[in-house]
């Protein structure tokens, strides 16, 4: 399930007369969100790429994966990106499928409410929350691949956010959707729970800054703090993935979960 896309603009515009620009069919149009274009375009052509190496299904056979998927045991023997490959790689065309749909939707509404930078902060800073988590609760011989861990995230600061600035129709589809999610989360089997629930905290923090911002609680220097903040979550999530991933001589692959940051 998805969304609606429905402004939610920032105190500062609220103030302001915008002029509306629809399409022929009256549809929302695509300018204000070029992150969120950019982030799907880089997934799906990194699932072509998959495909061309023989992954695609819901196996962990293909090189993409086993090269870039996270790994515990491979992160600790130093192969660090696979904490941020791994939340552009997909097990299958319906993984992608659903979660470049809900990026699609959620960066339509978020990315222009807050601005390019701030929504790349956000989903970064998810993403490797999401991969801490996969860390923290998944096997050490397990391959986590997906974005649903930063699209959690995204989740997770369109909602606090949109609750900050007194949004609570939005609030409150958003709210529903993001249950029905965790729900799904908790009865699906070969779901990173741990993704999951990483990006869904790592999110709601940004979101929780954001709002800290906007609300005049931060002083003067209230962007500084923001980016501050929302870098350290990214960094700490980082560094702690680094350090609880524990290396395993000789390991061979695990099963295949679906939803690291």
């Not at 896309?5 to 915008?18: D, L, Y």
């Not at 929780?208 to 609300?215: D, F, K, P, S, T």
Request: charged fraction near 10%; hydrophobic fraction near 50%.
């Amino acid at each position: 399930m998805t969304p609606t896309p429905v402004g939610m603009r920032c105190p500062e515009c609220s103030q302001e007369k915008t002029r509306v620009v629809t399409g022929a069919a009256g549809g929302i149009t695509a300018g204000g969100s070029p992150a969120t274009f950019v982030l799907i375009g880089i997934s799906v052509l990194a699932y072509f790429a998959e495909t061309a190496t023989g992954a695609g299904g819901f196996s962990a056979s293909g090189s993409m994966v086993g090269d870039f998927g996270l790994r515990g045991v491979d992160v600790a023997d130093g192969e660090w990106y696979r904490l941020v490959t791994s939340g552009f790689l997909h097990a299958g065309i319906m993984h992608l499928a659903f979660n470049m749909i809900a990026l699609y939707f959620l960066g339509r509404i978020l990315e222009p409410s807050i601005g390019t930078l701030r929504f790349v902060m956000v989903y970064f800073a998810s993403l490797l929350a999401g991969s801490l988590g996969a860390v923290l609760l998944s096997s050490n011989l397990v391959v986590t691949v997906g974005a649903s861990g930063a699209v959690f995230g995204i989740f997770g600061a369109t909602f606090i956010i949109a609750r900050g600035r007194g949004l609570d129709h939005i609030a409150g589809q958003i709210g529903l959707i993001l249950g029905i999610n965790l729900l799904l989360t908790f009865t699906i089997s070969g779901i990173s729970i741990g993704g999951h629930l990483g990006g869904l905290a790592g999110g709601l923090l940004c979101g929780l800054l954001i709002v800290a911002g906007e609300r005049g609680r931060l002083g003067p220097s209230a962007k500084l703090i923001e980016y501050g903040g929302m870098v350290a979550i990214a960094v700490v999530s980082f560094v702690l993935a680094l350090s609880l991933a524990e290396p395993f001589t000789g390991a061979t692959f695990g099963a295949l979960t679906l939803g690291s940051g």
